[in-house]
Each structure stands twice: as structure tokens, then as C-alpha cells.
């Protein structure tokens, strides 16, 4: 292999990967590749098939179709303990009649190193994911958080090409969990480990990874960059299921260039840029989001705008959200408050206006069973 080769080799390549339970399609036609280094995280709601694929990825579940490929070796027929990648789970399997240090240098020892180099290479990674001098703790003596570093430093000591993780902050608590998402980035970020994260909170996908792929119903939807799925989504999957939106049925009366006018079946009309070729009649769904809808006390000079009124307004510092409802349609949205001062006296009840920049609204086609 040239040094070129050995450069432009993915970490990992999955090739036309699919997997069926009996005639149930779990996994359908998967391909992607992942750098050296990256962050990449597979983003979906419960059972679109991201535990089965990162399963066959680690090579305890055989797929039916396509190949794998780590490092550029196919793992076809190789076990999972022969792979260059390690799997960190939910619930972390910590063996809790061993140290600390032991659960870390267990790998090692089984890998043939003597108990000195196990400990002194236990005790630096230890270090390094922020918990120095813990070798002769017990398990239990820790918190949630240190745990999960504990069962990172255990699978990052192995030094696998690929660190496959199934949703480790799912057992966490919400404030931990913000608090170790940071932390995963910043590790991975300088230990330069390929991570394959899957996970059902968008959030933890994007503040973590390089590159997402949002997958539903067993196939990748679009894969991209945070930024490339929030300011750019593909389907309308895509729209709802990354960052809040607000959804409207809507029907197309008419297209201008990227534009188009679309009727609100509850009789108020909006404009959004079309994501998908559309046409007039047809049906669809519009998406705004909460942050790009201004608020306003009279109506813009010359540009599209609803008269609303304020239902409700949530207060949770600067995540406020108001519900605002058109004045004389059944249409709701939610807008997100900002906090500047001025509307710290909003009240439901308020009578104002709402306006947003027509391209900063979606319309994608919207299918029969939807
Ligand atoms: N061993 C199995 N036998 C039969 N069906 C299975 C098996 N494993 C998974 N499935 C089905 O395949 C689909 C995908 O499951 P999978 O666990 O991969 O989804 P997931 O996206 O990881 O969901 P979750 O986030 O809930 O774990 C589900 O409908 C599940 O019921």
C-alpha cells in the first residue's frame, strides 16, 4: 500500500449493507464512509434500524446483503473480537468486583500485557479522560458521569480504528448528560478516534458530531453536516426531526422562481422557498422555524404577514417559546422569544404580528399517508 492509499483509506466503509428479520426490512441498501478522526453520528426515532447497523458494523449481527469494510479490510466472516473497532454500550457492563484501574487494564492483560504495562497504560488514559489517580477506586464508589468516562477509557485503551457508541448518555440524567456531551466532543476531539455515535436526540447529534446521517425506516434519509441538515434539509423527515419546527399542511397555488404561495386549508395563505419541484395543487407541508418568525407590534412595510394573538407564552430563560394563533384562522405556530427586554411583559391575550423572510420557510411535497 502506497502512503497515498493509506491516506485516502476510510476508517470505515459501509457498502450496500441491508439486514432482514424474517420479511421485516430492519436495514435497506446502507452505503457511507467515515474519515480517520471523525465524529460521525447516526440519527433516528426508536426502531429505524441504527442499533442493527451499528451491530453489524461491530460483527455481532451478520448482514444479508453488502460488505463492511475497516481500514479498507473487508470484516466479512471476521468475529467481532478480531475487528479494530470496540463497542461502548448504554449500560455500561462494568465489572464491579474490579478497580477502577483493573476494569480499564482488563483488556490489556487479555491482549498478553504484563500487570506493570496493563497499570501504567490504564493509569494514563485514566488521566486522560479526566479521572487521574481513580486506579483503586471501586465501581460503586463513582458517579454516573465518572462511570461512563471509566467504560470510554476501558474501550479507548484498546486503541480500536473505530469506538462504536449505542446511545451512552441515554441512562444519564438531563443535566449529566449535557454536561457529558460536551465532554465526549472534547475527548474524541484529542484522542482523534473514529467515533460511530447513534443516537435518538438530535441535539446530542449535533453539538457532537462532523457529520450526520439521519436515518428512518431502515435507510439514511440525508447525510450531512449539523449546519447542512438544519439550514438545508432534503425531506421533510429531515425538517421535523432536526431542530424544532413548526409543520402546516398546506396546498400550492402558485410557484415564482424558487418561491412558492401556498394556501393554508384553514384560509390564510404564506410563502416558502420549494425544497422539492412542486406544482400548483399539489399537496405539501410548510415548515418555519420558532427562531426565524419575527414579532411584531404593527405590520411590516411591504412584506407578507399574519395578524396574530398570543395563546401562551413558556418561560424557560432563553428557550421561551409563545404560541401565537392568526387572528381570524384556526392556525397556530410557536415563536421563539427573544430576550432582549422587550417583551418581557407579553401576556396572553396580546394582539400583534408575526412576519418571516418567505426563503426562510420550507415547502416539501407531501406523500398520500401523510
Ligand atoms: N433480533 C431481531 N429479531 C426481529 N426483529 C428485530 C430484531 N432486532 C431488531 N428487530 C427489529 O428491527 C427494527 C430495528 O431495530 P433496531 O434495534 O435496529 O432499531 P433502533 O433504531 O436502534 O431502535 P431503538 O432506538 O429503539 O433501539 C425494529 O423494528 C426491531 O423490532
Known amino acids: 500500500m502506497t502512503e497515498k492509499d493509506s491516506r485516502t483509506i476510510c476508517d470505515l466503509e459501509v457498502r450496500a449493507v441491508g439486514k432482514k428479520y424474517g420479511a421485516f426490512v430492519a436495514v435497506r441498501d446502507v452505503s457511507f464512509t467515515v474519515p480517520k478522526s471523525e465524529f460521525f453520528s447516526i440519527l433516528g426515532p426508536s426502531g429505524c434500524g441504527k442499533t442493527t447497523l451499528l451491530r453489524m458494523i461491530a460483527g455481532f449481527v451478520e448482514p444479508d446483503t453488502g460488505d463492511i469494510l475497516i481500514k479498507g479490510q473487508s470484516m466479512r466472516g471476521v468475529a467481532p473480537n478480531r475487528r479494530p473497532a470496540h463497542m461502548v454500550f448504554q449500560h455500561l457492563a462494568l465489572f464491579p468486583m474490579m478497580s477502577v484501574g483493573e476494569n480499564v487494564a482488563y483488556g490489556l492483560r487479555r ?21 487521574p489517580g481513580s486506579q483503586d477506586k471501586r465501581v460503586d464508589q463513582l458517579s454516573g458521569g465518572q462511570k461512563q ?3 470510554l477509557a476501558r474501550a479507548l485503551v484498546l ?4 469506538l462504536l457508541l449505542d446511545e451512552p448518555l441515554g441512562a444519564l440524567d438531563m443535566q449529566l448528560r449535557e454536561y457529558m456531551k460536551l465532554e465526549l466532543k472534547q475527548l474524541q476531539a484529542e484522542v482523534g478516534t473514529t467515533f460511530v455515535y447513534i443516537t435518538h436526540d438530535q441535539s446530542e447529534a449535533l453539538v457532537m458530531s462532523d457529520q450526520v446521517a439521519v436515518m428512518r425506516r431502515g435507510q439514511f434519509e440525508q447525510i450531512g453536516t449539523p449546519r447542512q441538515l438544519y439550514f438545508e434539509p432534503r425531506t421533510a423527515f429531515v425538517a421535523s426531526f432536526v431542530g424544532h419546527n413548526n409543520r402546516l399542511r398546506v396546498e400550492v397555488v402558485q410557484q415564482h422562481g424558487d418561491l412558492v404561495l401556498l394556501q393554508h386549508p384553514e384560509g390564510c395563505q404564506s410563502w416558502a422557498r420549494a425544497m422539492q419541484s412542486l406544482y400548483p395543487g399539489q399537496a405539501a407541508w410548510t415548515f418555519v422555524r420558532p427562531e426565524v418568525i419575527e414579532l411584531l407590534n404593527s ?13 401562551m407564552v413558556w418561560f424557560d430563560g432563553n428557550n421561551t417559546t409563545v404560541e401565537v ?5 384556526d392556525v397556530s405556530l410557536r415563536v421563539a422569544l427573544p430576550m432582549t427586554g422587550q417583551w418581557n411583559n407579553l401576556r396572553p391575550g396580546a394582539s400583534l404580528f408575526v412576519a418571516w423572510r418567505p426563503e426562510n420557510a420550507w415547502a416539501f411535497a407531501r406523500g398520500g399517508d401523510e
Open 325 to 329: 394563533r392568526h387572528e381570524s384562522v
Open 299 to 311: 405590520p411590516p412595510d411591504g412584506r407578507p404577514f399574519w395578524p396574530v394573538q398570543v395563546q
Open 111 to 131: 491482549r498478553g500485557l504484563s500487570a506493570r504495562e496493563a497499570r501504567q497504560r490504564s493509569a494514563s488514559m485514566l488521566a486522560r479522560v479526566g479521572l
Open 149 to 151: 468516562r471509566v467504560a
Open 159 to 162: 486503541e480500536p480504528a473505530l
